[in-house]
Each structure stands twice: as C-alpha cells, then as structure tokens.
C-alpha cells in the first residue's frame, strides 16, 4: 500500500456478535471479525491514516449492542460521505460482517439486523450511490471480507470505486 496523507479517511466495520430475532432464534455471530478490523487498522495507520480519521463499528461476541447498530454504522458512512465531498479525498470502507447479496444488492447485516429488516444497510444504495452523486475528484475502496473458510484461509472481496471521473465499479476476488 502506498503512503497515505491527511484527507485518508476510514471506516472499518467489524460485526462479531449478533442480537437474537425477536422471535428468539439463534443469531449467527461471526467469531473473528473484531481482530480483522484491528489488522486493518494496522495497515492503514502504517500507510499514513491518522488516528482521528478513523470510525470504528464493532461488535464484540457477547456484545451485540455495542457499536455496530444500524444506526451507528448509518451515522458512519454520513460521516465518511462528508469527507469524501472534499476534493482530492480517499476513503476505505472495511467490512468484516455479514453481508448478503439480494438481487444484486450488497446488504450489510449490523448486529441488530435481525431485530427489524430496516436495519439492513445496502452499501450500494446508502454509500456507492450517494458518493457517485458528489461533485468532487476523490477515491473510495471497498473491501467486504466473507467469513474464514474452514480451513481457516481467509476470503477478502475487494470492490474498488474511484469517481466521479470512472463512475465505474470493478470487482475481483482473491485468497490471502
């Protein structure tokens, strides 16, 4: 990774414990996911991202209610659109949760997801479009990390969108 400046700007989401639906069914937690997000931030601090430019929202196992709400993680991706508005701005959006896709939609499960189906966070529609529209030179990276495959080697899917000048979101997937 190339070094990064001031107007690097960060989101990094990582959704270990999950809320019970209201019905009581099991949640199914995602183990695992916190220490991706601290790798992460790792990363991007050795690349040049201060500390102030980062959002985190986690969720611990056992913690469900921590952070990583809809409404916390919502209030993450305004923050990170307001700095993407600034010319010359980079964001990176880190996913280690779970998210499905639905009729080509990449939803984004936050810990209280099985609480209410609103709290479903379609990263397209809420962070990719919303971007798209904004009348500034920056780039934003994507990455979505699917859980460990049993073997334990990790799976990351990165979705790379630089705009408004490409307008143009490309996907590729690799092993790590």
Request: hydrophobic content about 45%; overall charge negative.
């Amino acid at each position: 990774m190339s070094a990064i400046d001031r107007g690097s700007y960060a989101v990094l989401i990582g959704i270990e414990g999950y809320e019970r639906a209201a019905d009581g069914s099991e949640a199914v937690d995602r183990p695992g996911s916190v220490r991706e997000i601290e790798t992460w931030d790792v990363l991007l601090r050795r690349g040049g991202v201060l500390a102030e430019d980062v959002r985190w929202c986690v969720s611990p196992l056992g913690r469900p209610r921590s952070n990583a709400t809809a409404a916390k993680v919502r209030a993450a991706l305004a923050w990170l659109l307001e700095r993407l508005a600034h010319p010359g701005a980079r964001g990176v959006l880190v996913v280690a949760a779970h998210v499905d896709e639905v009729d080509g939609a990449r939803l984004l499960r936050p810990s209280d997801a099985a609480l209410d189906p609103k709290n479903l966070i379609d990263l397209d529609r809420e962070l990719v479009a919303p971007a798209a529209a904004l009348a500034t030179d920056y780039e934003l990276l994507v990455v979505v990390s699917p859980p460990r495959e049993r073997d334990g080697d990790p799976r990351i899917t990165l979705a790379t969108t630089r705009l408004p000048t490409s307008r143009a979101l490309g996907e590729t997937s690799a092993s790590v």
